[in-house]
């Protein structure tokens, strides 16, 4: 789907639900996709972009960025921490964010690079609304207590990110995901992908991950199945 079409939906979404299009934010998912395939949404002004895993990332932006300085870029995937220096470089810039902060360990590492760099991005921290084993997240019992330990080590915790379950209605994770970050002072919340970023802005979405509707399907995915 052309990119203007999706940003229209955006804005149209926004509206319905009385709110200023320019409150959500377009994440342009481009993990594994074709390079010419970034390039032509680069072309068509679009700056900002989602990642999930940082060795990809750190192998395809920093020459883009060398063409458009003004790329943000943000970490969307689950987060070893040996990762997380190189995480933070390339999210820092132009007001990037890590979107998946769902452990004492990871947050206490960027804690400390951030000390020693003086540079830290925006913070999310990813909850495990549908309690799914095989998901990264805190589970919604203790998000409040993930909130809290980010703010006493001073970190620029920004909001809430979520992936609801595949099989469940995403709206009952969009509305527990800004039940707690509205009870915790929050006002960022990523969530909402290609299947359903409408509804996740009529519960308050502010940052849409999107990739496929975008860019079409991921072909390593298309020929996986
Ligand atoms: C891949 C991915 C997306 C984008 O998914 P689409 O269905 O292609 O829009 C969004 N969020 C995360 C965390 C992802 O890994």
């Known amino acids: 789907m052309p990119l203007s079409e999706i940003r229209a939906r955006i804005d149209a979404a926004a509206e319905a639900a009385g709110r200023a299009p320019d409150s959500v934010d377009l994440i342009a998912v481009s993990k594994k996709q074709p390079p010419e395939r970034v390039e032509a949404i680069l072309a068509q002004g679009h700056r900002v972009f989602g990642e999930n895993r940082v060795q990809e990332a750190a192998s ?8 458009h300085p003004d790329v943000t870029l943000h970490i969307i995937g689950p987060l070893q921490t040996n990762k997380v220096r190189q995480a933070m470089e390339l999210a ?37 609304t549908g309690e ?12 409040d207590g993930m909130v809290a330990l980010c703010r006493e080590l001073s970190l620029p915790v920004v909001g809430l990110m979520c992936i609801p379950p ?60």
């Open 60 to 67: 395809k932006w920093p020459a883009w960025r060398e063409a």
């Open 132 to 143: 799914e084993e095989q998901k990264a997240g805190v589970p919604p019992s203790e998000a």
């Open 166 to 225: 595949v099989d469940e209605t995403p709206s009952l994770h969009f509305s527990l995901l800004a039940k707690i970050a509205h009870r915790n002072g929050l006002s960022g919340l990523s969530m909402g992908m290609s299947g359903d970023f409408e509804e996740a802005i009529a519960f308050g979405a502010t940052h849409v991950r999107v990739g496929s509707a975008i860019f079409g399907e991921r072909p390593s995915e298309a020929e996986a199945g």
């Open 92 to 128: 820092a810039p132009s007001g990037g964010a890590i979107h998946t902060v769902d452990r004492e360990k990871l947050a206490r590492t960027i804690a400390r690079i951030a000390d020693e760099t003086g540079a830290c991005p925006d913070l999310f921290i990813q909850v495990n």
